[in-house]
């Protein structure tokens, strides 16, 4: 929707000009500065090259610059959409700017942290947006309590903002924590270095072993909820999930006396209470009288 | 014609034939007393179409001389059917910009507008004669051409810098329902940003006081901690064939240096920079200054178009004396080259020697790798290795471990609204033995508020799992930025299945031109049954920051 409208208006504002009063018309010859000389009428722009003046400025001014940077392929969003041109075109804008961050930016990391920013910060400033969340794509995600604890915590160069740290195994931190249940008599020295097997990450207590029901059910059942110490004399070491073998036998007999089972194995083939602890569990694996000899749960 | 010959012809006209003039004046159109006032002019419609448009902005390809005026609302259509609504902040002669949501080229667009052409030239005086236009263009095509500088009407151009001076005061809490007080600080950070002090050298600073109010185990040291990063008085200004730095150095431009307590200089020859660095190397955990760490070398970087790309590289040849890696002589080179928006490569290797070798000599590498070889699809891929295995105190860990890790991000612009891309990665831990894989889809809605995003995350190796999320971003005004996310976490290690749920809120609410509000909150729980109650923890911060 274009429409020629210049030599009529320029007729127009002549016409308008010349019947304007003397001061106005004295004060439009005394325009060009005899100080200051006439700017060349074929001077290129400061900013070189084969321009198309409208691509970025307005009839408003050459100030108010209109360029849509999308278009190079580099959108200016956040911070990136307030900086004058000249800070990243300093050398006008034919010649070529790095995309990469570092290319104007420095680096406060000591070079630790890489050249990829963008997993860490965005364009509406050096705030960082990395949080519990983001960790997950390195080698230690972020889960339970370990989402809300600061990060120095962890990571002790603040020197050089490297938040680097080896990803070690759970004791590497939690050496103490372990000391302190063996300590309260559990022992911990043959368990495997993964705690995630019976702790969650938000407490150490109450502990599960899911992989105890292979052996025997202590999830569901009459032995539900039972603490580990109440069957275990001594926990099995080396632990092996799945390997049905503990020794020494869990201790049945400190909650099934052999006083107390021996009228309901009468009669019972092999029955004796002699390794009593053994024979129990021989019979009963998953725990209920009745998957033995026997026809009762046990109580 | 331009406004200078328009000027000219009326300076010509008015020297040389008030006679001339005179007509035009009578023909002036004048109001005489009692008479009625002139008519409003009738509204009129003005359609148009949209020429290009951004996320938020839509430049129309009608202006002020089509009526169009700041803040007029234009509905759009698109097949004839409703599109969507903006408001025009900027207009030009022939071209307006309007903002507002979901915007589309090749929109169109019906408005009515006040202004009515016809009605004023109705109003204004008729062309004289075709002599007369003759003569005066002859008067205009005979006096010489000289630029005028036009006396501009004063308008105030803002253009946004950097501050000088940021300030940012808050308090941040870390608290858990399992064990423990948390943690609690208030913490000041401040930075200068190139305060000129003299001799074209400026002071740069960036420092932090934490007061920990409740501090747990983790936190080793006292409780007030005072972390100064950068304090440097420095002369880096472009257009000077040398460049100078004096004070607890962060080297701009030396690859990998560490902060330093010393002094920096270097020259610039063409597009390149060399120079020589040294100084004492401050406590990485406490930026204490100390005398058993130490750094000095030399350095280059070059900055060098090539055509169209542009090539920067950058190298350090260095002796370092620090806690954990002992004397170590080092050399390490960094080079990035990009093609346009078309290819970029950047890759950084260190090889060194001294009381501790990594394998092969060579201490790290990295290398990342971006393009788009065709429009829609855009491919991104990194890797990095890191051999040197330095012995730590795992308490307070400042060096990485031996480790290796890539990823790569392939995704595909589908429309202007959706972006489909796919995220993988690996991280091998060569200390422990660990490794870590992930592979994530991800749907990314550009127009939905000023971005929304789900995804999905899937977790194998020592740290089993899955996750899924959906954020968003939103900016409400030009000063306020808002961002949600809702996660969900599934950890399936050791046979053990534990889930949690997760809600993260950041935003900044500009207050005025030098103070701003920003805050974060993240909270995390455990949604398992069968337990006594369900955990939960939150990591929150709010800051107030000043600058100038």
Redesign the interface.
Known sequence: ??RS????????????????PRGA?A???Q???PE?P????TATPPHGGDTKCVGCH????W??V?F?H?R????LTG?HA???CKQCH?AGFD??????C??CH?D?H???S???CVSCHDT??W?S?F???AH??????L???H????C???????????F??????CR??HEADLARASASGIPHDGF?S?C???H?????K?A?F??HNTCFPITSGNHAGIACMRCHVTLPIPLV?GGCNALPWPACTRCHPCSSVQGEHNGVSGFSCTNLDQKCYQCHPSGIGGDGGGNRRMR | MSPLAIVLAALACAGTSAAAAAPVLAAAPTTAPGAPAVAPAPARTVEGRVAYATATTAYLDAGAREGIVPGLEVRLTRGGTPAGLCRVTEVGDHTAACTGQGLRAGERFAVQTAIAPAAIAAQLAALPGEEEQARRLAAVQATPLAMVEAPAKAREVFIPQLPILQGDLGYAVWVASEGGNGYQRLQLDLSVNGLDVVGGFKLFADARFMQWTQKGPAIQGSSTQLLVYDLELAQRDPGRSWTAAVGRVMPRVVPGASVFDGAQAGARIGPAEVGAFGGLIPNAYTTEPSTSSWTGGVYARLEQPIGRTLLIGGARVAAVQDAGIGRHYEGQLTLQYWAGAAVGVSGEIQVGGGDLVAPGHIDFGRLYLTTRPVDPLFIGAGFSYWGLDVPQDLVVTTWPGPSRRGDATVGVDVTRWLTLQAVGGFVDDLYSGLSHQYLSPEALFPKVLDGLMVGYQKDLGWFGGQAAWAQVNWRPGEATQLFGRLSWFQTTDGGNVENDVGLTATGTVGLNRWLALRFSVLVRAGIDGGQASAPFGTASQVFLVGSY
């Open positions: 929707m274009t409208t210049t030599a009529p208006a320029a007729l127009l504002a002549a016409a308008l000009l010349a019947a304007a018309r004060a439009a010859a325009a060009p500065s200051k006439a700017p060349s009428l307005t009839t408003e001014g100030g108010d209109k849509i999308e190079t392929g580099f959108p911070k307030g900086v004058a300093p010649v070529p700017v790095g995309r990469g570092t290319a420095r406060v000591g070079g630790f890489g050249m990829h509406n400033g705030k947006r949080n519990a969340d997950r794509r390195t080698n230690f995600p889960q339970g309590k989402a809300v604890i600061p120095e915590s962890c990571h002790g160069d603040r020197r050089d903002r490297a680097a740290r080896p990803t070690v195994e590497g931190c495997p993964s995630l097997a019976c969650s990450f938000w407490r150490w109450p599960g899911s992989g999930i």
